[in-house]
C-alpha cells in the first residue's frame, strides 16, 4: 500500500498523559498536513510540514501541541497533557509539492479518545 | 478569511434520485476546489477538483460539480444515486498561489441513500 499510512488507528490515553500520532506520507511525497476533526464538525487545518520545517502552524493549538518532520522517518503529531477535548479524529495528508495541481492525499487518520 | 459552507448536513435519498449539495466558499481571490468522500471507516478520497478552465468539472464514480464564480459556489451532482454513495462529502477550498496550501473544509453533509 502507497498511500499516506497513519498509526496507530486508534489510541486511548488518560488525562495528563502524552499522545504521539504518526504519519508516514505518500512514497515521493514531501509536504505534510495535519487536521483534526472534531464530532459534528467537518476537518480543521492544524500545520503543514515539510522535510525538518513547520511552514504554516497557524491552526496549532498553543500550548501543547507540538509537529515535526524529521529528515529521516515520520510525520510525528505530540499532544502534551491531554484533556478530554482533545478527543477528535486526526488526518495525516501528504503532497508532491505546493502548486495548483498537487492535491492532497490523506490517511485513514488515528482516532484519539481521552479518558 | 477564507470559509466554506455547506448547507445540507444530512441528506436521505433514495436509490435512483438525483443528488446536489450545496457549497459555497468566501474567499477573496482566486481558489481551488475540491470534493472529497469520506466512507464509513475509511479515510478521505478526492472525489473531484477544479483549478482553472471549464467550470464543470467531472469526477470519479459519475460525480460532477459546476464551479460558479459570481455565486461563489460549487456544488456537487450526481443524477442517479446508488446505496454505495452512502458517504459523508466534504467541500474544501484551497487559496491560489499561497505558500501554505492548507485546505479550508466545510463542516460536511451526510448522505444515506435507501435501497
Known amino acids: 500500500n502507497a498511500g499516506v499510512m497513519q498509526n496507530p488507528r486508534h489510541l486511548v490515553r488518560r488525562r495528563g498523559q502524552e499522545a504521539r500520532l504518526r504519519c508516514s506520507p505518500m512514497?515521493?511525497?514531501?509536504?505534510v498536513y495535519w487536521y483534526r476533526q472534531l464530532p459534528e464538525e467537518g476537518l480543521k487545518f492544524m500545520v503543514y510540514?515539510?522535510?525538518?520545517?513547520?511552514?504554516?502552524e497557524s491552526g496549532m493549538p498553543k500550548e501543547r501541541f507540538s509537529a515535526e518532520f524529521p529528515k529521516e522517518g515520520p510525520s510525528i503529531l505530540r499532544i502534551q497533557q491531554v484533556v478530554r477535548g482533545d478527543s477528535a479524529a486526526y488526518f495525516c495528508?501528504?503532497?508532491?509539492?505546493?502548486?495548483?495541481?498537487?492535491?492532497?492525499?490523506f490517511g485513514d487518520g488515528t482516532r484519539l479518545s481521552i479518558l | 478569511a477564507q470559509s466554506v459552507s455547506q448547507h445540507n448536513h444530512h441528506v436521505i435519498l433514495s436509490e435512483a434520485a438525483s443528488l446536489e449539495l450545496g457549497c459555497n466558499y468566501s474567499?477573496?481571490?482566486?481558489?481551488?476546489l475540491f470534493w472529497y468522500v469520506q466512507y464509513p471507516g475509511q479515510h478521505l478520497q478526492l472525489l473531484l477538483k477544479?483549478?482553472?478552465?471549464?467550470?464543470l468539472v467531472k469526477g470519479i464514480k459519475g460525480f460532477e460539480a459546476e464551479f460558479i464564480k459570481s455565486k461563489f459556489s460549487f456544488n456537487l451532482r450526481k443524477p442517479s444515486v446508488q446505496w454505495s454513495d452512502t458517504a459523508e462529502y466534504f467541500c474544501?477550498?484551497?487559496?491560489?498561489?499561497?505558500?501554505?496550501?492548507?485546505?479550508?473544509f466545510g463542516t460536511g453533509t451526510l448522505l444515506a441513500v435507501q435501497p
Open positions: 495528508a501528504s503532497s508532491a509539492g505546493t502548486g495548483d495541481r498537487q492535491p492532497q492525499h
Open positions: 512514497k515521493g511525497h514531501s509536504h
Open positions: 510540514l515539510q522535510k525538518e520545517n513547520i511552514i504554516d
Open positions: 474567499y477573496g481571490g482566486t481558489v481551488n
Open positions: 477544479y483549478f482553472s478552465g471549464d467550470p
Open positions: 474544501a477550498v484551497r487559496g491560489y498561489g499561497g505558500a501554505t496550501n492548507k485546505l479550508i
